[in-house]
């Protein structure tokens, strides 16, 4: 087994130092002790130069090292410094992220366009829009550094309607579409009716779990996606001559 040195390569002359302090693991290349980021920057953050492996590291580099000496700063790294292996908190956030989880588009009836208005009194319906990996899940990617792997599988488990009129309803899987060949019943899976005419804004917000495994640890992360629309209701109006 190879057993590296840490040397501060910035001191006169270089010296030993603690291959590992409050500050995180010692870089040679660095000159400091870093530590992963939690959470990791978006891969559009400049510190990432391009790059979509690997980590990036919150340095600090000791007092008389250089002209950053005592001041924090973020670094991309390939891999982990010294013998640190990567944070797996970090790699499952990488991971979920590669997912491009998001929203469901709401199916609703009646549906929101002018001149729809649905009818006091009748079932409204409520669903998501042709779910899907990104949409409902279940979606499973992995991420990996410096020979370490963390996998992370995520998966809708319901999704909270704010009707808009005081009204929340919960649905644990993603809804039934309406067709026109159940006529006036209700939604089996995913319902509402409304007592009072008027416009009104309906919220589905879609509540997450992200179970992640690797480098010997397990963990969740809790996410929610909201998406958010309009519906109007009016009272059934009776023909006369």
């Not at 006169?12 to 870093?34: F, I, K, L, R």
């Not at 001041?71 to 640190?84: D, I, K, N, S």
């Not at 309607?161 to 993603?174: A, E, L, R």
Request: charged share 10%.
């Amino acid at each position: 087994m190879v057993v590296q040195k840490c040397i501060n390569s910035l001191l006169t002359p270089p010296a030993d130092v603690p291959c590992s302090s409050d500050a995180g693991w010692w870089s040679n290349g660095q000159n400091a002790y870093c530590k992963a980021r939690i959470p990791q920057p978006p891969f559009s953050d400049p510190a990432w130069e391009g790059h979509t492996n690997g980590q990036i590291y919150e340095c600090l580099r000791p007092i008389g090292s250089g002209p950053v000496s005592g001041v924090v700063f973020w670094v991309w790294l390939a891999t982990p410094p010294g013998g640190a292996p990567p944070d797996p908190r970090v790699l499952a956030q990488q991971a979920t992220a590669r997912m491009n989880l998001r929203a469901i588009n709401i199916g609703i009836v009646p549906e929101p366009r002018a001149g729809s208005v649905g009818i006091i009194g009748m079932p409204t319906w409520m669903w998501a829009e042709n779910p899907g990996a990104t949409t409902w899940g279940p979606q499973t990617q992995s991420a990996s550094a410096g020979g370490f792997t963390v996998t992370a599988t995520a998966k809708a488990q319901r999704t909270v309607w704010t009707m808009g009129d005081g009204s929340t309803v919960t649905c644990t899987g993603p809804g039934t579409e309406y067709a026109a060949s159940y006529g006036k019943q209700s939604s089996p899976t995913c319902g509402h009716t409304y007592t009072r005419q008027g416009t009104y804004t309906v919220r589905a917000t879609t509540y997450w779990v992200v179970t992640w495994a690797g480098i010997g640890q397990t963990g969740t992360i809790p996410l929610n996606f909201t998406d958010t629309t309009a519906i109007a209701m009016g009272e059934a109006q009776v023909l006369s001559n």
